[in-house]
């Protein structure tokens, strides 16, 4: 009887899975089965025999890679930006949804969603073009008009790496608080005004409105958002460090991270053991720190976590 | 009463603060663009010798001309991205919207292993080297226009994740029973009930693929190098490196003398520029529905 209810149930939902399904697959083609192509960072590739027929060679990409101090280099440029843009861009995305909510007049509101998001529309690409109308040697603004008019010796800013550690910071951050703080925003307009008549009855100033309801009220948000983006601490924003310096050499030792390492010993370089072996390195460590923040979180706040 | 005049002016001071940050963010992503518009109106000749200029001593419309009257592969560009857009995001959202609605249903078992299944490729992937071998070695994409549209954009699981959460907070369950009572199927009440009350979250998620199909030019770099298929993002790519390719394609014969006549550096201003353009302006209709569309809700199942 038992059973036979159970395989009803089974078959009203039966349209369901079936919506479910094309979604589902494609994740599994794009997502799930080239997970088991990571063998190949064990393997001696060549192209004759492909990913599965090639033979085995045990740690000897893994040997290669960390025994050059390009290893070091880009973890240290992966985590350390990273690290950087989580933190700025979370602070900066809830600050900007809380100063969002302060203002009333709604064509102010329009304005500043729209101007606030654009950079997060751009692609890199663009992105890189307007820094390059700024930078450019021979050409950029900086150089030829605000450097020149000051008389102040030019530079040469795509070989000078002491400038673009601030320089990507400042750029990620404009690029991607914007979307952030309208996510943040858009949880923070549900929040029933009654909470915050109340706590002004009660004689609560700003900060404290914020602080006790506005914030606690996010905080499921932002550690979701927080938590998604420890995930990706191993990964890079290809566009952000390759096209935005345009590759250029002289900028390695602070753009170079896993990405783009990987990028250039695949294409440039064809040395599939050694972008395979960094690609494995950057999965498995990333996948270690995402179990490490989860439990992290279970324990701080057992309803927030994600597994 | 002194105490409500104190919280009066907070509110006043607070909001003060909120004019000045966002009127010098708007600053910080206004001037730049205003930079690249006028490169892309400046006389190439001047641009060369004067450099980026808010006041160009010399203004011209060459590159404009040159864009929509010599360049046929530009043009074709802006067709392949047109393509790409409009195919890719049709089929990502509808394939979004299909499984995002089947999570939102609490009552499907199994809903909680296909919501870890969709979280779990948010954390973890085989990254560049295998994704490149499968879809070159083994599903043959290399250019072709499958190369532009499946590899990682069709459907992401984060979208998937605010389209659930939509859908769990607005659609009342009664409304659902009520159709089902009525004897409509799954299928039925999804498209004639479901759908016509989420237009928010739909106009957001169609506008957030299609944000990332029009920008691409990663796939365009990994998987297409005929130019043939090149994406204008693809193709403002290659000019970066590359303003020779810009002649090589302008098709003519007689390339040298074409070289020089092309205003090259602010064409490529002039690209930028338009492909710009439909974002900026997509965006400010969809606007009104973002704060709506974008709440991201519990990741568990």
Known sequence: MRKKRKSVKWKRYLPLYFMALPALVYLFINNYLPMTGLVVAFKNFNYKDGIFGSPWCGFANFEYLFSTSTSFIITRNTIVYNAVFIILNTVAGVAAAVLLNEIRSKKAVTVFQTTMIIPYLLSMIIIGYLVFAFLSSENGFINKHVL???????????????????????????????????????????????????????????????????????????????????????????????????????????????????????????????????????????????????????????????? | MKRKKKQHRESRVAEGIGYIVFILTALAVLIPMLLLVIASFTDNDILNRAGYSFFPEKWSLDA??????????????????????????????????????????????????????????LLFNGGMVPTYFMYVNYLHVKNTMWGLLLPNLLVNGFNVLLMRTYFRNN???????????????????????????????????????????????????????????????????????????????????????????????????????????????????????????????????
């Open chain 2, 171 to 301: 659609v009342p369950k009664e409304l659902l029973e009520s159709a089902r009572i009525d004897g409509a199927g799954e299928v039925k009440s999804f498209f004639h009930i479901v759908l016509p009350i989420s237009t928010p979250i739909l106009a957001t998620i169609g506008m957030l693929i299609g944000v990332n199909y029009w920008n691409d030019w990663y796939n365009g770099m990994l998987y297409v190098t005929d130019p043939e298929l090149f994406s204008m993002q693809s193709f403002l790519n290659k000019i970066m490196m590359d303003i020779q390719f810009l002649s090589q394609t302008a098709g003519t014969s007689d390339a040298n003398s074409i070289v020089a006549n092309i205003p090259s550096g602010s064409v490529r201003m002039a690209m930028a520029f338009i492909a710009t353009i439909p974002v900026v302006v997509i965006f400010c209709f969809v606007r009104k529905y973002f704060a709506k569309g974008l709440t991201v809700g519990s990741v568990k199942g």
């Open chain 1, 148 to 307: 020149n008019f000051l008389g102040v010796e030019l530079i040469s800013w795509y070989a000078s790496p002491k400038v673009w550690p601030w320089l990507l910071i400042f750029i990620n951050t404009l690029k991607n608080f914007g979307f952030l703080a309208l996510i943040y925003y858009s949880t923070l307009i549900s929040v029933s005004n009654e909470y915050y008549e109340a706590a002004k009855l009660d004689g609560a100033n700003k900060w404290q409105q914020i602080w006790y309801i506005t914030i606690p009220y996010l905080k499921p948000t932002i550690i979701t958002m927080v938590l998604l983006s420890v995930g990706r601490v191993f990964y890079s924003d290809f566009g952000l460090f390759y096209q935005v310096p345009q590759n250029s050499g002289a900028l390695y030792s602070v753009t170079n991270t896993i990405d783009t390492y990987v990028y250039r010993s695949l294409i440039q370089l064809g040395d599939v053991g050694m972008a395979s072996a960094a690609g494995v390195y950057q999965s498995i460590v990333g996948f270690l720190l995402v179990l490490a923040a989860n439990a992290a979180v279970r324990k701080i706040s057992p309803d927030n976590a994600m597994f």
């Open chain 2, 64 to 121: 404009y001309k040159f864009l929509f009257t010599q360049s046929t592969s530009i043009i074709r560009s802006i067709g392949v991205s047109i393509v790409v857009t409009t195919v890719g995001t049709t089929m990502g959202l509808f394939f979004t919207m299909m499984l995002a609605y089947a999570l939102s249903r609490d009552e499907l078992p199994g809903r909680r292993a296909m919501m870890f299944f969709v979280v779990f490729t």
